[in-house]
T-cell receptor, first 112, second 115 residues
């Protein structure tokens, strides 16, 4: 069964600090991996999309990495801001069809 | 900046009633999706729609659910006879091309409460 596991479940950091969120997946065949940011009560917003051949993708202060061999991805947030407080969701797409597998998300709280 | 819109923002209904959730995707997008998120749980894929037909659907999307693009702008999700467990946030999304390689844009969601 396809699964996406994220860690940590929640994280509290101080404004200006960096943090790294983890995503492990068992989705086969692999097609793509996305990171989304979801503010409370809002729809997810795409941060990065990576396919099999890509191992890093940046979007401003967000940098995602992908190791397709170990089936792991990370999302690194640099110089965190209060507005980074949200849930960060890892989503893995399976090749040949579009039925994505969502992780439960990491809840990030940035304190001043 | 174009965005996906959804109406209503909150829908309260009685168990057994039919509900229609409405979405207006971004105008030049061709692929449309519905997701749901039960409170405190992860987002779940329901269905994808392209060229006026369903292209993929999950196990959740049973005969109680249907989707339609009745005109050139709206994309609707109908639940024929709602159950208590249908209470959730329903998100519509759209993308310009196939979702594997194209960014999906999500709407703000409709919170459905079934009493």
């Amino acid at each position: 069964k396809n699964q996406v596991e994220q860690s940590p479940q929640s994280l509290i950091i101080l404004e200006g600090k960096n943090c790294t969120l983890q995503c492990n997946y068992t989705v086969s065949p692999f097609s793509n991996l996305r990171w989304y940011k979801q503010d409370t009560g809002r729809g997810p917003v795409s941060l990065t999309i990576m396919t099999f051949s890509e191992n890093t993708k940046s979007n401003g202060r967000y940098t995602a990495t992908l190791d397709a061999d170990t089936k792991q991805s990370s999302l690194h947030i640099t110089a965190s801001q209060l507005s980074d407080s949200a849930s960060y969701i890892c989503v893995v797409g399976s090749g040949g069809s579009y039925i994505p597998t969502f992780g439960r998300g990491t809840s990030l709280i940035v304190h001043p | 900046e174009p965005e996906v819109t959804q109406t209503p923002s909150h829908q309260v209904t009685q168990m057994g009633q039919e509900v229609i959730l409405r979405c207006v995707p971004i105008s030049n997008h061709l692929y449309f999706y519905w997701y749901r998120q039960i409170l405190g749980q992860k987002v779940e894929f329901l269905v994808s729609f392209y060229n006026n037909e369903i292209s993929e659907k999950s196990e959740i999307f049973d005969d109680q659910f249907s989707v339609e693009r009745p005109d050139g702008s709206n994309f609707t999700l109908k639940i024929r006879s709602t159950k208590l467990e249908d209470s959730a946030m329903y998100f519509c999304a759209s993308s310009r091309g196939p979702s594997s390689y194209n960014e999906q844009f999500f709407g703000p969601g409709t919170r459905l409460t079934v009493l």
